[in-house]
């Protein structure tokens, strides 16, 4: 398996939700073999960018991460975004709520972080403890702040076409597609799963470039027939090593945004091990998606950061 980094420039119109690269660096196949799409590589690249903007503000943005309880992998992801943010001259904010905590509590917390001065960015790490409403915690980020668009408001706007941000690892997805500077419009496109992150999320984000793709959901009839006829696979299902090489056609370019438990590890709904002979181009897991959602939840970030900016020259 050859590993393929595409270089870029991008330009963010998140109004649009487009995500178009602005100058591909196409590293071409020499044979038949598939190809990997290096997220880190790309993430890297975009946040190099980011840094670059996030310099060129005359303050320094917040970026909080809301965590309740002490869920390992969540503490992880926490201290994780923590050094990304560091890293980019973003200040982190500390958040850290005991599992014991309750719904009213919790939306009244984040409610005094939405006041922090220079905030820029409010998340909750999911999942909380199943006492506390999830809906209402992300509901009490000022729709402003919220990078993960998924409070109620941003969620309703990202689909609406009204929203300064998108979801992460929607605009992750379209990304990694981008970098291949393939032309979909004859292309048969097939989303696989409809949830709430990634599926309904870029099924919509496909259909607003006038593209026509089909979206597999549980109950569809004759899902093997369509993935065998299908050019251009996003899988978002979270079934482990799902897809092999029989329910795939030559050529086919897999973004796949499924993570699953398997041992010790993390893996996708591909089975690159089985689809390396058939696939063009797959995006691993790790390694794909997950590093370029990263860069795209602080590209929001910057967005906020962009706004607040023009609201205080305009104060001034």
Do not use: W
């Not at 999830?134 to 706007?157: F, H, K, T």
Request: net charge negative.
């Amino acid at each position: 398996m050859d590993v393929v980094f595409i270089g870029m420039i991008l330009t963010m119109n998140f109004l649009e939700h487009n995500t178009s690269p602005l100058a591909p660096l196409l590293v071409k196949k020499k044979n038949k073999k598939m190809q990997i799409i290096d997220g880190k590589r790309i993430s890297k690249y975009i946040l190099e960018d980011i840094k670059k903007e996030v310099e060129k503000l005359d303050f320094v943005p917040v970026f909080c991460d809301v965590l309740v309880g002490v869920d390992p992998a969540s503490v992880q992801y926490v201290n994780m975004k923590r050094k990304k943010a560091e890293s980019l001259g973003i200040e982190f904010h500390e958040a850290f709520f005991g599992a014991e905590i309750s719904t009213d509590q919790l939306v009244q917390e984040i409610k005094k972080i939405n006041k922090i001065e220079n905030m820029c960015g409010v998340i909750v790490q999911l999942p909380l403890p199943e006492h506390v409403n999830a809906r209402e915690s992300l509901d009490a980020i000022d729709p402003r702040l919220d990078v993960d668009a998924l409070g109620s408001v941003n969620s309703q706007n990202f689909y609406q076409g009204g929203s300064a941000v998108g979801l992460p690892t929607a605009l992750a997805c379209m990304v990694l597609l981008d970098s291949l500077d393939l032309d979909l419009k004859e292309k048969n496109i097939v989303v696989l799963g409809y949830g709430d992150l990634v599926g309904k999320p870029v099924f919509s984000l496909l259909e607003k470039r006038g593209l026509n793709p089909v979206a597999l959901r549980s109950q569809t009839e004759n899902k093997e027939e369509i993935l065998k006829n299908t050019d251009v696979i996003i899988s978002g299902i979270g079934k482990g090593l799902y897809i092999n090489r029989d329910m795939i056609k030559e050529g086919v370019v897999i973004i796949d945004a499924g993570t699953s438990e398997e041992g010790a590890g993390i893996v996708g709904d591909v089975d690159l091990e089985s689809d390396r002979s058939v696939a063009s181009y797959v995006s691993p897991v790790p390694g794909g998606v997950g590093p370029v959602t990263i860069a795209m939840l602080f590209k929001n970030v910057l967005e906020v950061a962009k706004q607040k900016q023009k609201q205080n020259e305009s104060n001034k």
